[in-house]
């Protein structure tokens, strides 16, 4: 006879390295595998997501992201263990890396499989669908990139378009989680459209120690077509990183949007960046990039950039950059920078740069602000970011952004220790034809820590430049601010923006910022300086 074995026995005794010895009376009969369930009632190497959250432990969610697809019904252990997987190998559960979805899949199919209990990396995505995780050691899947949508030629919807899969979720001990897939590119036919999809979420590391995994770029948007407006997807998220040790994934960046319609009223928005993955002991992950809007008839918007990922012990993540936003006729409208990731002790993240603006015909074109630094407890806030820059070439008025805040600014945490950060400077401003120019406002630097803390120095305003007859007007430097209470230093004001046009009339320099007061027996900041015409 063959002794009755339960599924426990067996992971056990595999653990432990054992070897299993069976006795049976009649060594030339055939008989049926004696699998059954412990008490426990559920098998340890499921195939599909049951779940839609990330924090759950491996052993009872199935899979690692909410799902892309419908989840299938629970997978008996005879197929789950015996007719489908082998215990060690290509798709094994105990050591061996996850199955790769086909790329012809649909549905719950296009799912990575999860990979052994022990040693493995988490199968691949396909068609939007999300990585597997991985077991004990190992990294996530990566998510599948986006499908467009399918149409009939009479123009009966198919299947609808899918966004980017979400990464499969590091080893519980150490791995890192799986990069979230791309957004699936808008499509215009003669019979149905397909929208741009967002970009999956980077997996998280599942356990102790690992890197998130990077956002999925958002969908681009080309619409060369329809006097529509025209959207592109957002990026995705970045993954948190291991409890332990580890840094954020990045954000993904924003997808494109393109608008060529000669006929007005086709504006293009950029996708916004993902936010970075946050951390514990590490570094906060990136912001992700905002996407370009660049239309012919009508204004071109850029994305938003993402916001840094914060950290407890670290630096957090930057901001990211803002899209440029771009038009041939109308104007253009840059995208803010994200804001820096917060770090309780260690170094805020900068912000992001302000995306860019540039734009023709009489409308004003005004590039984006600044993102603001991150705040900390102990430590230094982050730098603003700075202004975007732009552009003109028609009559229309050339608007730089402004400087985000310095870290640790009166609206955030007011530090214990440590500095302020820097304030973000001011962009700068060309009109190329009859319009006038604005340097952007630099911003102030973040507060000093209240036990001998140092205030942070304001940026620098802006340069302007006309090259016609308007008016160039330099920007404002930001001002220094207050140190701490005790013993605390001032910070320095920003210059003000230099200034150039055809007359000095017409030339205007931006003023300087003011000085950072100080804190009982501490030290004043120096104003700064007024900006020069050339």
Known sequence: MILPITYAVVAGGALAGGMAITIDSDPTAAHAPAVVLASTEFALAPQTPATTTDDDLWLFDH??????????????LAAAVGATRPVIGYGGWLI??????????TGAA???GNAGLLWGNGGNGANGGNGGSAGLFGNGGAGGNGAAAVYTVDGTLVSDATAGGNGGRGGLIAGNGGNGGNGSTGLYYSNGDSAPTNGGNGGSA????GNGGTGGKGGDNFNPYRSQQTAAAAGGNGGMAGRLGGSGGAGGAGGNATATATAGGAQAIGGAGGAGGEAQFGN??????????????????????????????????SGGTGGLGRSQTWGGLGGNGGSGGFAAVGTGGAGGTGGAAQGGGSTNSKAGAGGDGGATIAGTGGAGGTGGAAETTGSGNALAGNGGLGGNNFGGVIPVFGTGGRGGDGGDARA????N????????????????????NGGNGGFARVDGAGTANGGAGGSGTFGGQFGGTGGNGGNGGDSSALTRENSKPGAGGKVGYAGVG?????????????
């Open 432 to 435: 190329r034809g009859t319009g």
């Open 206 to 209: 599942g356990g102790l120690f």
């Open 96 to 105: 061996g890396n996850g199955v790769d979805a086909p790329l012809n899949c």
């Open 63 to 76: 899979n690692a992201n909410a799902p892309a697809a419908a989840a299938s019904p629970p997978v008996t």
């Open 284 to 317: 906060g992950g990136a912001g992700g990039v905002g996407g370009v809007g660049e239309s012919t008839s009508a204004r071109g918007d850029g994305g938003a950039g993402g916001a840094g990922g914060s950290t407890l012990v670290g630096v957090g993540g």
């Open 437 to 456: 120019a604005f340097g952007g406002t630099a911003n102030a630097g973040g507060p000093g820590g209240w036990f001998l803390g140092t205030g942070g």
């Open 522 to 534: 501490g030290q004043y900041g120096r104003g700064g300086f007024n900006g020069k015409q050339r």
């Open 110 to 112: 296009c799912n990575g």
